[in-house]
């Protein structure tokens, strides 16, 4: 089994900065793939970025491209999110998540919330104006 566990979020003003942090636990060597997501009040939740496990290959929405980095330190089992130039549209729970699946995270397409076998249960960010 695969425990998934999320941490580092806040409440900030815009413009501000933040590093979410995600741990995985239990059978990490069969993660591949772990990515980041985002539920905003009142949207369906949406894939804000991934990364493959060797973090040769990286993928990021259109929103968060050249604000957001995401890296991973496999010895830590970890995964970051690198938050800067925060705006109030970043609110939201963000989650991560894990796969089985090699080939997922290809640098051009985000994958799907379903394409993921292990979730966290979110951790809170809150950017205000």
């Known amino acids: 089994q695969v425990q998934v566990m999320e941490s580092g979020g806040d409440s900030v003003q815009a413009g501000g900065s933040l590093m979410l942090s995600c741990t995985v636990s239990?059978?990490?060597?069969?993660?591949?793939?772990l990515g980041w997501f985002r539920q905003s009040p009142g949207k369906k939740r949406e894939p804000i970025s991934c990364?493959?496990?060797?973090?040769?290959?990286?993928g990021y929405r259109d929103s968060v491209k050249g604000r957001f980095t995401i890296s991973r330190d496999n010895d830590k089992n970890t995964l970051y999110l690198q938050m800067n130039s925060l705006k109030p549209e970043d609110t939201g729970m963000y989650y991560c998540?894990?796969?089985?699946?090699?080939?997922?995270?290809?640098?051009?397409?985000?994958?799907?919330?379903?394409?993921?076998?292990?979730w966290g249960q979110g951790t809170q960010v809150t950017v205000s104006s």
């Open positions: 239990g059978l990490t060597s069969a993660i591949k793939p």
């Open positions: 998540a894990a796969g089985r699946r090699s080939g997922i995270c290809s640098g051009y397409d985000l994958p799907a919330d379903n394409e993921y076998d292990y």
């Open positions: 990364i493959t496990r060797d973090g040769a290959s990286t």
